[in-house]
């Protein structure tokens, strides 16, 4: 059949073919633009897929039809398309699956509408009270129920009534049956704070400092083409400020801007200071929102009722129209890549893109920037803005290092506190001043171990050491979730029952160690374990910030841009942990570390302290740190990894080759390293097949090998080759992590 009287679209199938693939557009499709969301016949099934192009004829012989377009849904608009086309190639990922993580998800899954179960009054009130005077007596219970009904205006969550009279659900069903009471199931809104009153804030004068990074961003903003600035202030120095002014500038504009920030710092602190100075015209996206909110969040934006977007990393691709200013806080955070599911996106990167193809202005902020945005300011790419002094009188924190080797000797084992930590901290309970303690583990131990054999205690599925918890009285594996519950008494190798030690410390431990030393201190603890209930998080933060506890133990969940003006004394009990990490990052990720845990400290009108607890007083990174010496540790760090050729000198691309057969495994990452070797040249460093960093996850054995270039798009244009020309056993698990952060992991 002739294609060229006939228009053609090339789409990219939502529905995991990796290939574009053309269709034949019947004529009475007029209204087909690129972007558009069609159905089109793949497999003898129907199938969703974006246009890509529209053009006159397709090298193909016997297209197949495009069925139908969905009319409801508005195509995906131009820049956004643009930028997906980008990721597509950066990271070798096909680019319906681009797509797929770019579109809101309801537009793929059926519409699950999230709904809650009401209970109402069926019967006038003055019945219920007759039937509640009959019931008294011999259903009690139920008119129990019926007092709490009666006791409210309307109705009320069906969970709420059930504990509020601390009753099951039987009564209630009986008093439905009897039509005094009905069941409702009302779809629900959770949008954060929404309904909540706001103090409305003004601007503030901004300092010097301020003035100067403010004023130079402006200037980008209004030359209205695409720039970045790396906007480098120590934590306090009032970043946040100038965030809000320049997106007030934008709007005046009458543009409208995008604000990221790592999931955890979307807190109600963080939406409050937004919301008190923008009052309405905010849209957020957290994790929160259920995939019906997230749909009707797209739709708002995309109608141009919103101005601001604020959200965690993928965020970054909601349809505003008119994006003039893209602000990523905290941009070294690691919670900007997507390292859980393909594509292995660095969303600092992809701002920087979008920036690009929006012509807008990207800020990308942070007290400690990654050595990949710092060297960029170095060599003229992005402006360099520096803060350094803390706002109004709050100075920087008195930190020093304690060396545990000592403390450790004076207790003769490992010691969990160093002496002077423990003046401090009481010493800030008497003046009624408040603590942080940090330690990067949760659980109460972190192995279980037999004396007399070496048997370590470890999961059968990732051969990873068992974590004791003893909240919950199980060893369990924080990989998979495997668990051993009570945890065994006995060796499993040797049989021996007295010789089982527990060995390492997690939060849980040092909770009640505190406890014991000092049974008045009212302690709060923040990890994984406490928080798994939605809106934990929130709510445990208020609760310090309103003085309900003195001291805060917590994981990574607490090192992040939190404000906490009571605070003078913040621990690292262990700072060794993040270093021993063989990785090229380790020392970066540590010295992050130590300054953001540190930046929680005397953020008020008092002045603040750190203790860095290690037993090697004298690395580098610990005291540069301490000192707050950014550009000498940017300096010995850049020097290492040009020794070591890691990036940014180089950039890095990790595959990953797992299955349950090692041996299978192995034999298809050789092949696949040699297709690889077959297709660069000379420039790239390919290293041997290794087992990873974790060789065993949930029963699959890991391999990786990396590849070192100057270039990213020969290697992405490598991998792309192979996945369209090569097979191999479907039972491998191939990954490609372009610009991983860690090689280890
Ligand atoms: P950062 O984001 O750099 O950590 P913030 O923006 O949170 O710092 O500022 C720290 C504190 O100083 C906040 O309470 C903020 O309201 C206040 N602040 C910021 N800029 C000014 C200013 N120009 N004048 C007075 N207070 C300011
Ligand atoms: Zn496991």
């Not at 209204?31 to 193909?60: F, M, W």
């Not at 409305?200 to 980008?220: H, M, V, Y």
């Not at 480098?232 to 500038?249: D, P, V």
């Amino acid at each position: 059949m002739d294609q060229t009287e006939a228009h053609v679209v090339t789409i990219a199938s939502l529905d995991g073919v990796p290939k574009l693939l053309d269709y034949r557009l019947p004529s009475e499709l007029t209204t087909i633009k690129e972007g558009s969301l069609v159905l089109v016949p793949l497999r003898n099934k129907p199938c969703r897929g974006v246009v890509i192009t529209i053009k006159n004829s397709s090298p193909v012989r016997h297209l197949l039809t495009v069925k139908n377009i969905l009319e409801a849904e508005p195509p995906l608009p131009p820049d956004l398309l643009k930028l997906a086309i980008w990721m597509s190639r950066y990271y070798a990922t096909p680019l319906g699956d681009i797509l797929k993580g770019l579109l809101p998800s309801q537009l793929r899954v059926d519409r699950q509408i999230k709904k809650e179960i009401f209970v109402s009054p069926a019967k006038p009130k003055y019945l219920l009270r007759k039937a509640t005077a009959l019931l008294r007596e011999k259903c009690p219970l139920q008119a129990r129920l019926l007092d709490e009904i009666l006791m409210r205006k309307g109705k009320i969550l069906k969970n709420e009534l059930l504990s509020n009279v601390g009753v099951s659900s039987g009564p209630l069903e009986s008093l439905i049956k009897k039509k005094l009471l009905k069941i409702e199931h009302i779809e629900i809104n959770h949008p954060l704070l929404e309904g909540q009153e706001y103090f409305k804030t003004e601007p503030k004068t901004l300092n010097p400092d301020q003035q100067r990074a403010f004023e130079s961003i402006i200037q980008s903003l209004d030359k209205r083409s695409f720039a970045v600035h790396l906007l480098f202030g120590i934590t306090g120095s009032g970043k946040t400020e100038i965030y809000l002014q320049t997106i007030w500038e934008v709007l005046k504009r009458g543009k409208q801007a995008i604000f990221l920030v790592p999931e955890i710092s979307l807190t109600t602190q963080t939406i409050e200071k937004f919301r008190s100075r923008m009052g309405e015209k905010i849209a957020i996206l957290h994790h929160r929102l259920s995939s019906r909110e997230k749909y009707d969040e797209w739709q708002r934006i995309k109608k141009g009722e919103v101005k601001i977007v604020i959200g965690a990393r993928s965020a970054l691709f909601c349809p505003l129209n008119n994006v003039g200013l893209i602000i990523v806080d905290e941009e070294h955070d690691a919670a900007y890549k997507q390292s859980e599911k393909s594509p292995s996106y660095h969303a600092r990167d992809v701002a920087v893109m979008r920036g690009k193809v929006n012509e807008a202005v990207v800020i990308l902020g942070s007290a400690t920037p990654s050595l990949e945005s710092y060297t960029n300011a170095l060599i003229g790419k992005y402006h360099l803005n520096r803060l350094d002094q803390r706002v109004s009188s709050a100075t920087l924190p008195q930190v020093k290092i304690i060396d545990m080797k000592k403390e450790n000797e004076k207790v003769k084992g490992i010691a969990l506190f160093s002496d002077l930590l423990l003046e401090k901290i009481q010493d800030r309970f008497r003046k009624g001043e408040q603590t942080i303690l940090f330690l990067n583990r949760r659980g109460y131990h972190t192995s279980l171990l037999c004396l007399k054999c070496s048997h370590l205690f470890s999961c059968p599925h990732c051969e990873r050491a068992l974590t004791f918890h003893l909240g919950d009285k199980i060893l369990a594996c924080h990989l998979c979730g495997y668990h051993l519950s009570p945890p065994p008494k006995e060796c499993p190798s040797c049989r021996t029952t007295e010789t089982l030690k527990y060995r390492g410390r997690g939060t849980e431990q040092v909770e009640r160690a505190l406890h014991a030393i000092f049974p008045e201190i009212r302690t709060l603890r923040i990890d994984g374990d406490t928080t798994r209930q939605k809106g934990s998080h929130d709510r445990f933060f208020r609760n310090f910030s309103t003085g309900k506890s003195d001291v805060l133990i917590g994981t990574q969940m607490i090192t992040k841009g939190l404000h906490f003006p009571m605070v003078t004394l913040v621990a690292i009990l262990n700072c060794d942990l993040a270093l021993q990490i063989p990785d090229f990052r380790s020392s970066e990720t540590t010295f992050q570390l130590i300054t953001q845990v540190s930046g929680r400290s005397g953020r008020g009108e008092l002045p603040g302290e750190v203790l860095i607890q290690t037993q090697m007083p004298d690395n580098p990174t610990i005291q540069f740190a301490a000192a707050g010496k950014f550009e000498p540790f940017y300096q010995a760090e850049i020097e290492s990894r040009t020794l070591f050729e890691f990036p940014p000198i180089l950039h890095l691309t990790k595959i990953s080759f797992s299955a349950e057969d090692p041996k299978l495994a192995i034999e298809v990452g050789h092949l696949y390293r040699k297709e690889l070797i077959a297709l660069l040249s000379q420039d790239f460093t390919i290293t041997a097949l290794q087992p990873a960093g974790y060789p065993k996850i949930k029963d699959l054995f890991r391999f990786s090998f990396l590849v070192k270039g100057k270039k990213i798009y020969p290697i992405s244009d490598g991998v792309i080759k192979i996945r369209e020309t090569k097979s191999f056993s479907k039972k491998v698990k191939i990954s490609v992590d372009i610009d991983p952060l860690s090689t280890f992991f």
